[in-house]
């Protein structure tokens, strides 16, 4: 498992130009919010987690979704699925591969807080952040290597990943507040991974305590999507 995993990592790292769009987006859409409303220090701590989500979202989505469908449509999975790596393995190393792009777009919108805003926190305390939003990715990761395994068509994955990340930016708290949605909408989020991280990087950047409905979501999400990506990798072999 290990020699696969690090072959998917360089096969997606050798891809600039989705390593400048995934990694890239986040930073900028911060930068220019940032810089067009200067709001206070609290504000701007609040802006620079949400930022730091919608990275962890889309690095997570797109790094495994749409690729996984294009290795299926070419037969490639069909062959993998023949090598003794077991399923849970291969989604394993799928969702690892996924979560190393989704470090570097949360740190990059962390180290352009630090340079843009009065932001102030120790760096024991940005470690924590990053990395506790960083393991808190790994349901988007897990999602991307469902949609990409259950889905045939390689077309159909790229919706289907497009649309799973629209629901998580705008019904999971990052680009509305759960406490500013109507009350179904609120219910909604609350129950979606993207509110769980959002949970966690707040409570962090904020020093106080970190609810343990966020970790449970995480993992429930993490578990489940899981779980079906291993039954759908276990039913290419028999297509």
Not at 103 to 130: F, K, M, N, Q, S
Request: aromatic letters at 8%; a neutral charge.
């Amino acid at each position: 498992m290990l020699a696969y995993t690090w072959l998917e990592a360089k096969a997606q790292f050798r891809n600039r130009d989705n390593l400048m769009w995934r990694l890239g987006l986040p930073t900028g859409v911060y930068v220019l919010l940032t810089l067009v409303d200067d709001e206070t220090s609290g504000s701007n701590t609040g802006r620079m987690v949400a930022m730091a989500a919608f990275g962890a979202v889309a690095a997570g989505l797109f790094a495994t979704g749409p690729s996984l469908a294009q290795e299926r449509a070419s037969g490639w999975l069909r062959q993998l699925r023949t090598t003794p790596m077991q399923p849970g393995a291969a989604v394993v190393a799928k969702v690892i591969v996924a979560m190393a792009w989704v470090l570097p777009a949360i740190a990059l919108v962390a180290v352009t807080g630090i340079l843009l805003t009065d932001i102030e926190h120790d760096p024991r305390d940005w470690i924590e952040l990053i990395g506790l939003m960083w393991i808190g990715s790994a349901p988007f990761a897990a999602l991307g290597v469902l949609i990409g395994l259950a889905i045939r068509d390689a077309g159909a994955a790229h919706t289907a990943t497009n649309f799973a990340f629209i629901v998580l930016w705008l019904l999971g708290g990052i680009f509305q507040p759960a406490g500013d949605m109507p009350d179904v909408l609120a219910a909604i989020s609350r129950k979606l991974p993207s509110s769980g991280i959002l949970e966690i990087g707040d409570s962090v950047a904020d020093g106080t305590s970190i609810p343990g409905s966020a970790p449970a979501l995480i993992v429930t999400w993490t578990a489940v999507a899981g779980a079906l990506a291993t039954l759908s990798w276990r039913r290419l072999g028999r297509r």
